[in-house]
């Protein structure tokens, strides 16, 4: 019997192939705490977001530039950790026990009354909104304004109960039902459907 014996350096670079083959959603990484930029009120239109991926600051970048609208990210003072179990337990802990979280971003109530239209981005975490986009929803005045939503999902495609939850959280302002919906997976290929969509609500 004949026995083939692989070059050493054949057997390198089969290993290095496959180690950057092994998929990228083996590992999630946050992204960074930063907030945007101030907002000043000239567009009308606000691009509010929340985000632990990163898909949802993806998204609303997009959205912010079709609609011309101001970047704002929603975050907490005690930020999420880094830990994609952990904070989805912690998430879940909020929620069962209805806890607004302290947000650490704010926007002036004379720069807020000045916007008319609100897209509002956020993961839909344990089948609903977040909790920091309530505590975001009861610290201004929203009445009147037209409230655009838009999530990343990872199954949820229909949002589960967070359409009834934002009509709840937004009482006095026109909530759109025409919601985006993406799955956080392909968040990055997903631009030409968000600004299809946000043509769509203009």
Request: aromatic share 12%; glycine share 4%.
């Amino acid at each position: 019997m004949k026995y083939s014996l692989m070059h050493p350096c054949a057997w390198l670079f089969m290993a290095i192939c496959l180690f950057f083959s092994l998929p990228a959603c083996a590992t999630r990484t946050p992204t960074d705490k930063r907030p945007e930029a101030a907002v000043k009120g000239e567009t009308k239109v606000l691009v509010a977001y929340m985000t632990w991926s990163g898909h949802l600051r993806t998204l609303a970048e997009w959205v912010a530039d079709e609609s011309k609208g101001e970047l704002f990210r929603i975050l907490t003072v005690n930020p999420y950790p880094e830990s994609y179990t952990e904070a989805i337990m912690r998430s879940k802990e909020e929620l069962n026990n209805n806890t607004l979280p302290e947000l650490a971003t704010h926007i002036p109530p004379e720069i807020m009354a000045k916007y008319n239209t609100i897209y509002i981005g956020f993961p839909i975490w344990w089948y609903d909104v977040p909790m920091p986009v309530r505590t975001f929803a009861k610290e201004y005045d929203f009445a009147g304004k037209k409230i655009i939503p838009f999530f990343s999902h990872q199954g949820t495609s229909d949002g589960g109960q967070s359409a009834k939850t934002l009509k709840a959280i937004f009482p006095k302002s026109e909530v759109v039902s025409d919601m985006l919906s993406i799955r956080g997976t392909k968040a990055k290929d997903s631009e030409a459907a968000v600004r299809a969509w946000v043509k769509k609500q203009k």
